[in-house]
């Protein structure tokens, strides 16, 4: 089968063609032809070198695919081949064939394609885990959230809207903004132009319940300053570096503040097995309605990944980037 290979430490325009055996399918999963797949964020830090897969798992890149189940492993009886489905894979999904543990894999509705498929797994898994099994986000609460036009943030404003949360996001752009806006978000602030806190405090008469952070640095002060007493900040990424300095301890004791970090890829099967049949049950029907969608940026055919890389590691996006074989 082909893949898409790369040399550690790589740059995006140096990712290539390869070609490699088809993956054997063990017991307990499916083999799935591939049609899409999503590009994210942590494959541009694993061609880096800077996130390498969990022990035991496919190096090649890609944590999410949509395509056609090929083959059923002996013990798998939920699946049968031909069914049209898109799971959340810890490696492999940059290939024309990807295996993966049957208990990760979801029924792709009719109203959606393949490319559709491809962009929900890993953004809206991430961001549901962070919202509701970490952050306990409920009804009528307040949350912030940066980067809300990123993939994970256009699926976390959806999903706390769509259970009745009020959003508001930050982005660098007026186009991004709007996105985010149409999505759900109550409260626009471009962070390039206005100080979060100073907005917030604007347009909340009471504080934030919950945040989800990808920047850290000085954003974990300034979080902490509009969080609400026993709030949550649910920290996904380290965009300004994974030091924080002068973290203002006072200030947590003070509003009895939940500082967490989360990650998805190097969960337990039995954790991700959980987490997708309750995103399952209480999400995916949603997509068939429109309540929830796939934000997709832009669809490439495999011979442009690089270039998707590229936009990634650039915040040139608004959305999911989606490659085709």
């Known amino acids: 089968m082909k893949y898409i290979n790369f040399k550690q430490g790589a740059e995006a325009d140096e990712l290539f063609l390869d070609e ?3 993956p054997d399918v063990a017991p307990h999963q499916v083999r799935i032809r591939v049609h899409a797949f999503g590009v994210n964020r942590a494959d541009t830090l694993q061609r880096m070198g800077n996130y390498p897969p969990p022990a035991g798992e496919s190096p090649i890149l890609g944590l999410e695919a949509a ?5 059923v492993g002996s013990s798998v009886t939920q699946w049968q081949q031909g069914e049209r489905v898109f799971a959340l894979v810890p490696g492999g999904g940059y290939a024309e064939h990807v295996v993966v543990n049957a208990d990760h894999v979801m029924p792709i509705p009719h109203e959606l394609t393949f490319t559709d498929a491809a962009g929900i797994a890993e953004v809206f898994l991430t961001a549901y885990q962070s919202l509701f099994l970490v952050g306990d986000v409920k009804e009528g609460d307040n949350i912030l959230i940066h980067a809300g036009a990123s993939g994970v943030g256009l699926a976390a404003t959806q999903l706390a809207t769509h259970f009745g949360a009020n959003v508001a996001v930050t982005a660098s752009a007026a186009d991004k903004l709007a996105l985010c806006k149409k999505m759900g978000a109550c409260v626009q602030i471009n962070y390039k ?5 100073e907005e917030i405090k604007k347009h909340f008469s009471q ?5 989800l952070d990808v920047v850290g640095g000085e954003y974990v002060n300034r979080n902490l300053k509009v969080l609400a007493t026993d709030g949550v900040v649910v920290q996904l990424a380290i965009l300004a570096g994974r030091y ?3 973290l203002d301890l006072g200030l947590m004791l003070k509003k009895r503040a939940t500082l967490s970090a989360s990650t998805l890829r190097n969960r337990s099967d039995k954790y991700k097995s959980e987490l997708i049949a309750t995103f399952s049950e209480s999400c995916l029907s949603a997509f068939v309605n429109q309540k929830l969608t796939a934000n997709i940026d832009t669809v490439y055919n495999v011979s442009e990944v690089g270039l998707a890389h590229k936009r990634l590691e650039s915040n040139d996006t608004k959305g999911k980037l989606i490659i085709t074989w």
């Open 207 to 211: 504080e934030i319940n919950f945040i």
């Open 244 to 246: 924080a300095d002068k």
């Open 67 to 71: 395509g056609v189940i090929d083959e």
């Open 20 to 22: 490699c055996a088809i």
């Open 193 to 197: 132009e206005q100080d979060f806190v």
